[in-house]
Structures are given as C-alpha cells and as structure tokens.
Nanobody, 117 residues
Framework: QVQLVQSGGGLVHNGGSLRLSCAAS????????VGWFRQAPGKEREGISC????????YYAESVKGRFTISRDNAKNTVYLQMNSLKPEDTAVYYC??????????WGQGTQVTVSS
C-alpha cells in the first residue's frame, strides 16, 4: 500500500522541541520532494518547509526559519522535521506530502502539535 505515515506529534511547553517523522511505504521516497505543511484552527494551510529529491536543498517559511530543520534519511525512507524553540503559535495539525514536478501526490494522515504557553 502506497502511503505516508506520520509520527511524533504531541503536547509540549513553550520553548520545547518535537521531531516529526514521515515514513513512506510502497514507494521510494528518494525520488520525491517532501514538504511539511500545517493548518491551525480557522486558518489556511501553510507550507512551512520542503526538501528536494535531487540535491537535498531546503526551504523554510519565515515563520519557522532558524527553529525548524528538515532532513531525510533515504535508508529509512523517512523525512524528519525537527522543531525547536516551539511557540504557542506553532500549534496546528502538521502534514507531510511527497511529490514531483511541483505537485504533491501523497499526503500523510496529519499529526497534532500543541504548544502550551
């Protein structure tokens, strides 16, 4: 079955850290760009980070730059999002997605991240 399975969300205090994982099954994640998105209640979905399939180049939204780090472990067919210095405004459901040519074909199930003040 082709799918992305997310793990690692939860509740953390202001300033804390979490690491989200996005593991692919049924396909090789190496060949796909992977993005992380989040959606807070009442807000639109926001793209916060992505990593390319070719050279591993990365992108970060200004809202997370310097605090979040995206990485990939091709041996484990997994992409990670390390989130440090978390703030209450980072509270959202986080999604990973994999795709090629600018289109995301596969989406994870979403994981809740809650940062308490």
């Amino acid at each position: 079955q082709v799918q992305l399975v997310q793990s690692g969300g939860g509740l953390v205090h202001n300033g804390g850290s979490l690491r989200l994982s996005c593991a692919a099954s049924g396909f090789t994640l190496d060949y796909y760009a992977v993005g992380w998105f989040r959606q807070a209640p009442g807000k639109e979905r926001e793209g916060i980070s992505c990593i390319s399939s070719s050279d591993g180049s990365t992108y970060y939204a200004e809202s997370v730059k310097g605090r979040f780090t995206i990485s990939r472990d091709n041996a484990k067919n997994t992409v990670y999002l390390q989130m440090n210095s978390l703030k209450p405004e980072d509270t959202a459901v986080y999604y990973c997605a994999a795709g090629v040519a600018g289109s995301y074909d596969y989406w994870g199930q979403g994981t809740q991240v809650t940062v308490s003040s």
